[in-house]
């Protein structure tokens, strides 16, 4: 059953941006949205020991967003959108979570938990789930979280079916997996352009990279609900005047190879933590 979850501002009913501590390091965690669309997760754990924050992911398209509860410690994936929240059957907060990194599958459908170089791959609904094969980590999802993109130390990718949890195909990089796990897109050497690679087929896509934008530092890739790749980048706080991380959302045309600004927005640097919603890196 649904439970609405306390918030201190107006309900944000537009993807999560990005979340963090808002100026005090004692402050709940917080979401931005697009405008004033802002949200306190007040029941959400801030820090696990010593400093050290607490787990806490965005889906790739800030839709969701996973934590462990501060009454009763229960592992949670909230829809950004409703409010609405359910718990991870059978994943409770403990010391043992302490180190646990999280990270959330588009739609907030599986939930990752790493610690210890062991990887799990969780549905939220039921619990269950398989534990990756050793020497790989989760990546990055496809869009409709059918499959998964797992690398090894090498960076090289496998791609995995997840019902049932099986090989599907291989890629020479990691990136961003594209819809029915058939294409990875992958940043070229220094992060300088875009390759596209067809898991299907065992080829590249593109025979000139993508370039990104003059000037930017690119961080992420995704590809959204729609089946276009995005990319997005940085301009740093100390690179910017006014303080603060500049993002900006591009969508790329695999076609033409050229990009087309699609959104943007500021972390200011009074931000502690900041969580920006996108592929992890």
Wanted: glycine fraction near 12%; proline fraction near 7%; include cysteine.
């Amino acid at each position: 059953m649904a439970v609405p979850l306390p918030a201190r501002a107006v309900d944000v009913r537009s993807p999560a941006r990005y979340a963090g501590l808002d100026g005090c390091l004692c402050a709940p965690w917080r979401l931005w949205g697009r405008g004033d669309d802002v949200v306190d997760l007040t029941d959400a754990r801030v820090f696990s020991s010593r400093g050290r924050r607490a787990p806490l992911a965005l889906s790739p398209n800030g839709g969701h967003v996973a934590y462990f509860q501060l009454d009763g410690g229960a592992l949670v994936v909230r829809k950004v959108a409703s409010d609405a929240v359910r718990a991870v059957p059978g994943v409770t907060w403990s010391t043992a979570m302490r180190a646990t990194r999280i990270e959330l599958s588009p739609r907030g459908r599986y939930v990752v938990l790493s610690a210890g170089g062991e990887h799990r791959i969780l549905d939220t609904r039921s619990g269950a789930g398989p534990t990756v094969p050793s020497g790989l980590r989760p990546w990055s999802f496809s869009p409709d979280a059918e499959f998964v993109l797992l690398v090894d130390d090498t960076f090289q990718a496998r791609v995995y079916s997840m019902s049932p949890f099986a090989e599907r195909g291989r890629a020479p990089l990691g990136g961003a997996l594209g819809p029915g796990g058939e294409t990875v897109a992958h940043f070229t050497e220094r992060d300088a352009g875009i390759d596209l690679w067809s898991v299907t087929s065992g080829v590249p896509l593109t025979s000139t990279p993508v370039t990104v934008p003059y000037g930017r530092t690119a961080t992420r890739l995704r590809w959204n609900v729609m089946g276009e790749l995005e990319l997005q980048t940085v301009v740093s706080r100390r690179a910017r005047k006014g303080g603060g991380s500049r993002y900006t959302w591009y969508r790329v045309d695999r076609e033409t190879g050229g990009t087309e600004r699609a959104g943007g927005f500021v972390v200011p640097g009074s931000v502690h933590h900041p969580i920006v919603a996108g592929l992890s890196p």
